[in-house]
């Protein structure tokens, strides 16, 4: 059947030339980086300059990059791994994460509390989600252990002013971390000065899924999260998944290739898709911030539906979009980064995700934006 997907926000296909670059290390290529024969050597050499090209992207030094099998491990060695150092050398026991945050930091940073003592607190932010920065730099005195703030946001798009935040946290001297996840080939990232830790994984920019990357400021000292062998710096163990280090280097350098011309192809598509949803849908209101979002993130709340239901009418209609919220088939509990937009529970629970992609065509666009509002006022009529 025809289907337009819509949800590239949730993942995206592999790149066809990434997957060509991958392919040999399954099979030939095969060797153990750790080990000491030609074998290992060519895998190691490999991983290395996989490693290379992604610091020079991020213009960071190569030591600085860990890699590790996701956003979510990524989230959790940052927040959990400094945490855990910064309480053993200084006593610092708070951990300040903002209310908007993937559940990748916000499960870490509540498990810290509940099962470590540590004290979480939450960075206040304005009904599009942006961190207050006065209230913010209020919270700093006393004993921070870390500061975590989303740079993207995978539910509403809104982009955070990451580097006022990472210039306030760094003039306290206070580890600050980003979850990028959803802003990494969104966003020209460049490391330096910005932040400690940077969160990001492949498969939300047309790499493979299960590899992400963090980057640590070469001086902030961590705790592993996963103990064991010596690799990445001693702060991640177990054997390198060599094909998809190969493949998430590969897909950054190549979010990099027309990337002005893929970002305004990205902002056009989503402006149509903003503007037509206001204007046909009644009582629909974008979530988010409307300026400061991610180029191909459209979100919305439309008001006396489920939007459960409405992503599962979409997709018999032969669309695949999101709910953007975390809440399943038969969970009808909303949103709690809706929530904490002051949007009130009723209204949470009709949101609705639109994100689109390289493949995205005006055509689906159009046709998209013809169907829905006949499919929502079947909801509606129900
Ligand atoms: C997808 C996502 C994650 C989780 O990343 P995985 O690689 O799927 O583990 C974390 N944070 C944000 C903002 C995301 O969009």
Same mark, same amino acid.
């Given at each position: 059947m025809y289907n337009t997907y819509?949800? /590239?926000?949730?993942t995206t296909p592999v790149d066809d030339e990434v997957l060509e670059v991958m392919?040999? /290390?399954?099979?030939? %290529?095969? @060797? +153990?980086?750790?080990?000491?024969?030609r074998h290992g050597q060519q895998a190691e050499g490999a991983v290395e300059s996989a490693r290379e090209s992604i610091a020079s992207l991020l213009e &960071?030094?190569?030591?600085e990059i860990i890699f590790t099998s996701g956003g979510s491990e990524s989230d959790n060695l940052a927040i959990r791994g400094t945490a855990l150092a910064r309480r053993s050398r200084m006593n610092a026991n708070r951990v300040l994460i903002t209310p908007v945050e993937h559940e990748a930091v916000g499960r870490t940073a509540r498990q810290l509390q509940d099962l470590y003592g540590f004290k979480l607190e939450y960075i206040p932010v304005d009904n599009f989600g942006v961190v207050k920065l006065p209230d913010f730099k209020k919270m700093? $005195? @006393?004993?921070?252990?870390i500061v975590s703030a989303i740079y @993207? +946001?995978?539910?509403?798009g809104t982009i955070n002013p990451i580097n006022e935040i990472g210039q306030i946290c760094s003039e306290m001297g206070i580890p600050f971390h980003t979850d990028a996840v959803q802003a990494m080939g969104y966003v020209e990232i460049k490391a330096k000065g910005h932040f400690d830790l940077l969160s990001a994984g492949a498969h939300k920019f047309y790499g493979p899924k299960g590899v992400g990357l963090l980057y640590k400021n070469r001086n902030l000292k961590i705790f592993p999260t996963q103990t064991g062998g010596a690799q990445e710096m001693g702060l991640r163990a177990g054997t390198h998944n060599v094909p998809y280090i190969i493949g998430i280097a590969a897909a950054l350098v190549k979010t990099r290739r027309d990337f002005e011309k893929l970002q305004s192809q990205y902002a056009a598509h989503r402006d149509r898709i903003i503007t037509g949803i206001i204007n046909r849908i009644e009582g629909a209101t974008l979530t988010g911030h409307p300026i400061s979002r991610l180029n191909n993130h459209a979100s919305f709340v439309i008001n006396g539906i489920d939007g459960n239901q409405l992503v599962m009418a979409l997709d018999i209609a032969g669309y695949s979009c999101s709910s953007?919220? $975390? &809440? %399943?088939?038969?969970?009808p509990e909303p949103s709690e980064v809706l929530l904490a937009l002051g949007i009130a529970p009723d209204n949470a629970k009709g949101s609705l995700r639109v994100t689109v992609g390289r493949d995205t065509t005006d055509e689906q666009i159009t046709k998209f934006l013809e169907d829905i509002p006949e499919i929502i006022s079947r909801l509606k009529a129900q």
């Open positions: 819509l949800d /590239y926000a949730a392919l040999p /290390y399954f099979n030939q %290529k095969f @060797g +153990n980086p750790s080990s000491v024969h &960071c030094e190569p030591v700093l $005195a @006393g004993d921070v252990a @993207g +946001n995978n539910e509403i953007g919220s $975390a &809440c %399943k088939t038969g969970n």
